[in-house]
């Protein structure tokens, strides 16, 4: 029979081992994903009063990286975040980076910080605060703030989880280019380069309708150089964006955008909605920083599986 002590020990031990950090299995990586749930919310919180705007048309990814572990907490880096909400009829991009941490002493605990872009506005910082709630951990289902849902404030609900490798759709690119230099009514030069390298789709289901799909674009490793040069190492594209297509009636379009850094300058590379989509997987798309008008960056961009 045990004994009085010995209940107690054991108690403390299944306690300690519930609260203790998780430990990390790796440090790659791990691409994660908004799931039904999520939600964007921007208005007024008590005190205050004015209209409280809030949709569930948020969706995406970010990556999430094992950085250290404390005491009382496994920490990580969250990286490249990759999200899109629909606002008023406009898909609206937000962007950033930040930390997660999960643990605690007593229960298991979790906080995420991010530092957001939303739209054309000026990065602001939203926190969840330490909270409860990460026992469900590698899942994530946690509340950012701006304000701590104080008055006029911008909250985002972030429920999400690992992507499954089995969802990945890699696409190598094949006769592209990409052009830099001026397009009309603009006159100067315009240079050619051979574009090469890869991305990844990952399927968005909390986006898709009956005539909408969509992907977020992870993984963009792309190099380009003149023709029958080697690949100058300050022409190395890296990014993530999206990808949709869009069918209406008998005819297809898809737009895709992406957020891509080269030589540590990030630009915006959209193609805008245009005509197309209807040979998916392959993609045939062009893109670019200025809409192909005056001085732009330009990829004319063929990919397949």
């Known amino acids: 029979m045990l004994t009085r002590r010995c209940v107690l020990m054991l108690g403390l031990a299944a306690l300690f081992l519930a609260a203790a950090p998780l430990r990390a299995q790796s440090t790659a990586p791990v691409l994660y994903r908004l799931d039904a749930g999520s939600a964007f919310h921007r208005g007024c919180y008590p005190p205050c009063t004015c209209p409280l705007f809030s949709t569930d048309n948020i969706r995406g990814t970010y990556t999430l990286t094992f950085d250290h572990a404390d005491p009382l907490f496994n920490w990580y880096k969250v990286k490249n975040v990759n999200w899109v909400v629909t606002i008023d009829g406009s898909d609206v991009r937000i962007t950033g980076e930040g930390t997660y941490r999960v643990g605690g002493q007593v229960a298991v605990q979790q906080q995420m910080t991010l530092k957001l ?6 990065a602001q910082t939203f926190d969840s605060g330490l909270v409860g709630g990460g026992g469900d951990f590698p899942k994530i289902n946690i509340t950012i703030s701006v304000n701590g849902m104080y008055c006029f404030d911008t909250v985002i609900d972030v429920k ?10 890699h696409e190598k690119l094949y006769n592209s280019t990409y052009e830099e230099g001026c397009f009309p009514p603009c006159q100067c030069p315009l240079y050619y380069f051979n574009a090469t390298g890869a991305c990844d789709l990952v399927p968005l289901p909390n986006a898709s309708t009956p005539i909408r799909q969509e992907w977020a674009v992870v993984n963009v490793d792309w190099k380009v150089a003149p023709p029958g040069l080697p690949t100058p190492t300050d022409r190395h594209f890296l990014g993530f964006g999206t990808y949709y297509i869009l069918q209406v009636g008998p005819s297809a379009q898809n737009q895709m955008t992406l957020d891509l850094t080269d030589s540590g300058t990030t630009k915006r590379f959209d193609s805008g909605r245009v005509s197309g989509g209807t040979q998916f997987p392959n993609i045939d798309i062009n893109l670019s920083v200025n809409g192909f008008y005056c001085y732009d960056q330009a990829f004319f961009l063929h990919m397949k599986p």
């Open 117 to 122: 872009v939303v739209g054309s506005e000026a």
């Open 160 to 169: 999400s989880s690992p992507v499954p490798a089995s969802e990945f759709l």
